[in-house]
């Protein structure tokens, strides 16, 4: 249903850090993964083996947990990412790591343990503030989530995929008009990449613009693929009245939701959607 593609979307943004397709280069804690399947499963190859003759070796497996991550390896990320964290259980890079990569395993509890102590209050990171987001959006708690996106927003305004958290986050709240906002202006920064634009397509669809979502789409595919997946989603909202019933309470609040745009990060009001069942993370690690 709609609601599971909002949670998917959350459960993948922003944990990966994919960058130019090398797999030659060195290979750091800071290592990012190849954007193509092909180099990433050959990235990520070369990296088991380089990892398991030097298993604790921080560089590479952090790495090589990454590249799992990237490749939705998410259990086996989670294995080398926890076998880490015992050998270095005060460092905050390989938590932060291991909180995200329990994330995307689907391990909320676990995680939310995790991730506050991969970073601290005097020098908190953005990242993980996203993550932390994540983490209590799906977890239901989209208050808590929403703190979390506007903090991050406090070190790194107007950061794209944080933005875009933060818009799906109010799309699960039922404030479908300020989330439409935020994910326009999550797609109007410099940094936006192509999940952001699916984003606001999907809630563009869900408030039944079908025309602006497919030319949102038609950023990044071809015509006919851009009106498959509008028509997909639309056939999804057809099949399901959650998002008819979203509308109807949304109506009344839309004049005083529209006032309170998403850069000035308002507090919103505890939404707890019974239909919704949260199921995207945070930048580099």
Same mark, same amino acid.
């Not at 994330?103 to 990171?125: C, K």
């Given at each position: 249903?709609?609601?599971?593609?909002?949670?998917?979307s959350?459960?993948?943004?922003?944990?990966?850090?994919?960058?130019?397709?090398?797999?030659?280069?060195?290979?750091?804690?800071?290592?990012?993964?190849?954007?193509?399947?092909?180099?990433l499963?050959?990235?990520?190859?070369?990296?088991?083996?380089?990892?398991?003759?030097?298993?604790?070796?921080k560089? *590479?497996?952090?790495?090589? %947990?990454?590249? /799992?991550?990237?490749?939705?390896?998410? $259990?086996? +990320?989670?294995? !080398? =990412? #926890?076998?880490?964290?015992?050998?270095?259980?005060?460092?905050?890079?390989?938590?932060?790591a291991?909180?995200?990569?329990?994330?995307?395993a689907?391990?909320?509890?676990?995680?939310?343990?995790?991730?506050?102590?991969?970073?601290t209050?005097?020098?908190?990171?953005?990242?993980?503030?996203?993550?932390?987001?994540?983490?209590?959006?799906?977890?239901?708690?989209?208050?808590?989530a929403?703190?979390?996106?506007?903090?991050?927003?406090?070190?790194?305004?107007?950061?794209?995929?944080?933005?875009?958290?933060?818009?799906?986050?109010?799309?699960?709240?039922?404030?479908?008009?300020?989330?439409?906002?935020?994910?326009?202006?999550?797609?109007?920064?410099?940094?936006?990449?192509s999940? *952001?634009?699916?984003?606001? %397509?999907?809630? /563009?669809?869900?408030?039944?613009?079908? $025309?602006? +979502?497919?030319? !949102? =789409? #038609?950023?990044?595919?071809?015509p006919?693929?851009?009106?498959e997946?509008?028509?997909?989603?639309?056939?999804?909202?057809a099949?399901?009245?959650?998002?008819?019933?979203?509308?109807?309470?949304?109506?009344?609040?839309?004049?005083?939701?529209?006032?309170?745009?998403?850069?000035?990060?308002?507090?919103?009001?505890?939404?707890?959607?019974?239909?919704?069942?949260?199921t995207?993370?945070?930048?580099?690690?």
């Amino acid at each position: 249903m709609p609601a599971a593609l909002l949670m998917a979307s959350l459960a993948l943004a922003g944990c990966q850090s994919i960058g130019p397709d090398s797999i030659t280069g060195s290979i750091g804690s800071d290592a990012v993964a190849p954007n193509s399947p092909a180099a990433l499963q050959r990235y990520t190859e070369d990296l088991g083996q380089r990892y398991d003759s030097q298993p604790d070796n921080k560089s *590479v497996a952090m790495a090589y %947990a990454r590249a /799992l991550r990237a490749s939705q390896r998410y $259990d086996q +990320a989670v294995a !080398v =990412a #926890q076998r880490l964290a015992a050998k270095y259980p005060k460092d905050m890079q390989v938590l932060g790591a291991y909180g995200k990569a329990l994330a995307e395993a689907g391990h909320l509890r676990q995680a939310e343990t995790v991730l506050p102590e991969a970073h601290t209050p005097e020098e908190p990171n953005w990242s993980i503030l996203s993550a932390q987001g994540t983490v209590e959006d799906q977890l239901g708690d989209h208050d808590q989530a929403q703190a979390y996106y506007r903090a991050a927003l406090k070190i790194v305004p107007n950061q794209p995929e944080v933005l875009s958290n933060l818009g799906l986050s109010y799309a699960l709240s039922k404030q479908l008009p300020l989330a439409e906002d935020t994910l326009r202006l999550a797609a109007a920064q410099p940094g936006a990449d192509s999940r *952001v634009r699916q984003n606001l %397509a999907l809630v /563009l669809s869900l408030q039944g613009k079908f $025309d602006a +979502a497919q030319t !949102v =789409a #038609q950023q990044d595919l071809a015509p006919v693929d851009a009106a498959e997946d509008v028509a997909s989603i639309k056939q999804m909202i057809a099949q399901s009245d959650t998002w008819n019933q979203i509308r109807d309470l949304d109506k009344p609040q839309r004049t005083a939701a529209l006032a309170h745009r998403p850069r000035h990060y308002a507090k919103v009001e505890k939404a707890t959607p019974q239909n919704l069942h949260p199921t995207q993370i945070g930048s580099a690690d």
